[in-house]
């Protein structure tokens, strides 16, 4: 248990240890620039930058004429024009079938082929006595 919290010490102390990075000229070993760092401020500029990075894409996305390229994402009249043209070919389709029906009822009734329904419908009597 104490050996647990010792090293959970010493990572949390890892953190904040500070670190010197230094950019010098390759030909005259000039030193151009020093950062003082540590490993947190290195985690937190680069989970700030991710943030940033992710932000910035999506509000170009979503608030440029690029959101038109995603699929399933369409306009308004879009979709209006989409569920009008729906509407119009199902009741296309419904009246072609009755018509096909129409002509393949009126093709048998022509060439003798019907049948005539010979049974007796068993209607009950209404009781018009409370009426």
Known sequence: MALDDKHKGRSLDRLNHKY??????????EE???????RMSVYVALSTLFVLL??????????TPLRYY??????????KEVLQLR????SLERA???????LE???????????LDTNM???PKVDNSTY
């Open 20 to 29: 010197r990075l230094v950019i010098m000229n390759d030909d005259t070993y």
């Open 54 to 63: 992710v932000a910035i894409t999506v509000a170009t996305v979503v608030f």
């Open 105 to 115: 009822n009126l093709k048998n009734v022509i060439g003798g082929n019907i049948k």
């Open 87 to 90: 509407m119009r070919t199902d």
């Open 70 to 79: 995603i699929p399933g994402y369409g306009d308004l009249k879009q979709r």
């Open 96 to 102: 072609i079938t009755s018509r096909d029906r129409y």
């Open 32 to 38: 151009v620039t020093a950062f003082r760092l540590s």
């Open 121 to 123: 419908l068993k209607v």
